[in-house]
T-cell receptor, first 114, second 113 residues
Framework: DAGVIQSPRHEVTEMGQEVTLRCKPISGHDYLFWYRQTMMRGLELLIYFNNNVPIDDSGMPEDRFSAKMPNASFSTLKIQPSEPRDSAVYFC????????????FGQGTRLTVV | DAKTTQPNSMESNEEEPVHLPCNHSTISGTDYIHWYRQLPSQGPEYVIHGLTSNVNNRMASLAIAEDRKSSTLILHRATLRDAAVYYC??????????????FGTGTRLQVFP
């Protein structure tokens, strides 16, 4: 398996523009997680899905952020409109059902909003 | 959720053993101890986990104190590639919160040639 695949790897956009980050989890995994990492706040969990259903979105910072998982092999994280403070590395991770199954992370998308 | 405390940074020389401590004095009986690490410019990766007994795998060993209030991740022979941020995380096996991995600030390990 190719692992968790995220695209794009890098994104530079202007303030106010819509940004869509994409994630393909590992086939057969039941959970999908979106994280954001900044120097100031570290790794923050934004939202996670179980069997394509959003379970906990309490980490989503504002209504400008939305996430979807239309099927088991694809998820998106959208920011509309984007702001400079959204600049961060966004990671997607997936894992199988089970108490101690390991999570596999993608390489991340580095977002810069200017 | 039970919290963990780790030193901000540690240093090691190449090919020496490294002991990375983690304190979790409020750990509950159903909390598992997980370790992940994050290499530069990469996403975190799983290292090891345990409940009560010491654990070994190809990457590292996990030594858990008898009272479970602390644990130590042991890298037997550090290599330059082991330079990373190491995260100690508790996961409650009986709570829906076990779904989530919540990362703290971790320990930044530097390895010198």
């Amino acid at each position: 398996d190719a692992g968790v695949i995220q695209s794009p790897r890098h994104e530079v956009t202007e303030m106010g523009q819509e940004v869509t980050l994409r994630c393909k989890p590992i086939s057969g995994h039941d959970y999908l997680f979106w994280y954001r990492q900044t120097m100031m706040r570290g790794l923050e969990l934004l939202i996670y899905f179980n069997n394509n259903v959003p379970i906990d979105d309490s980490g989503m910072p504002e209504d400008r952020f939305s996430a979807k998982m239309p099927n088991a092999s694809f998820s998106t994280l959208k920011i509309q409109p984007s702001e400079p403070r959204d600049s961060a590395v966004y990671f997607c991770a997936s894992r199988r059902q089970g108490t101690n199954t390991e999570a596999f992370f993608g390489q991340g998308t580095r977002l810069t909003v200017v | 959720d039970a919290k963990t405390t780790q030193p901000n940074s540690m240093e090691s020389n190449e090919e020496e053993p490294v002991h990375l401590p983690c304190n979790h004095s409020t750990i509950s009986g159903t909390d598992y101890i997980h370790w992940y690490r994050q290499l530069p410019s990469q996403g975190p990766e799983y290292v090891i986990h345990g409940l009560t007994s010491n654990v070994n795998n190809r990457m590292a060993s996990l030594a858990i104190a008898e009272d479970r209030k602390s644990s130590t991740l042991i890298l037997h022979r550090a290599t330059l590639r082991d330079a990373a941020v190491y995260y100690c995380i508790l996961r409650d096996s009986l709570s829906y919160n076990t779904d989530k991995l919540i990362f703290g600030t971790g320990t930044r390990l530097q390895v010198f040639p």
